[in-house]
C-alpha cells in the first residue's frame, strides 16, 4: 500500500559522491523502517542501510564510514548520501519500507536506480 519512488543515480568516479532520493506515497503513517538495499549482477540483495522510526540506524560493514542514511519526514522521503565511492558499490539501488498493517509486517520496494562507480 505504499508506493516507493527512487531517484539520484547515475555515473560518478572513483571517489565521488552521489546522493539518492526516495519518496514515499499511499498510506505511510503504520511505517516502521525505510532503507536502501543494493543488487550486483549475480549478487543477493543486501542491506546497505536502514532507519527507523525512532531514528536508529543500520549500515553494511562495507559502507560505514562513507554511507548515511537520513530521513525527511515533512516529504516523506529518505536519503542515502554516498561519499568515497568505489567501483565495487556500483549496482541497482532500491529503496525499502517496513510497515505494519494489522498487526502484520509488510514490505515495499521501489524500481531501483543504477549506480555506477568508474575506476
Known amino acids: 500500500q505504499v508506493q516507493l519512488v527512487e531517484s539520484g543515480g547515475g555515473l560518478v568516479q572513483s571517489g565521488g559522491s552521489l546522493r539518492l532520493s526516495c519518496a514515499a506515497s499511499?498510506?505511510?503513517?503504520?511505517?516502521?523502517?525505510m532503507g536502501w538495499y543494493r543488487q550486483a549482477p549475480g549478487k543477493q540483495r543486501e542491506l546497505v542501510a536502514d532507519i527507523t522510526i525512532g531514528g536508529s540506524t543500520n549500515y553494511a560493514d562495507s559502507v560505514k564510514g562513507r554511507f548515511t542514511i537520513s530521513r525527511d519526514n515533512a516529504k516523506n522521503t529518505v536519503y542515502l548520501q554516498m561519499n568515497s565511492l568505489k567501483p565495487e558499490d556500483t549496482a541497482v539501488y532500491y529503496c525499502?519500507?517496513?510497515?505494519?498493517?494489522?498487526?502484520?509486517?509488510?514490505?515495499?520496494w521501489g524500481q531501483g536506480t543504477q549506480v555506477t562507480v568508474s575506476s
Open positions: 525499502n519500507t517496513k510497515y505494519y498493517k494489522n498487526s502484520v509486517l509488510f514490505g515495499s
Open positions: 499511499g498510506s505511510i503513517f503504520s511505517i516502521y523502517a
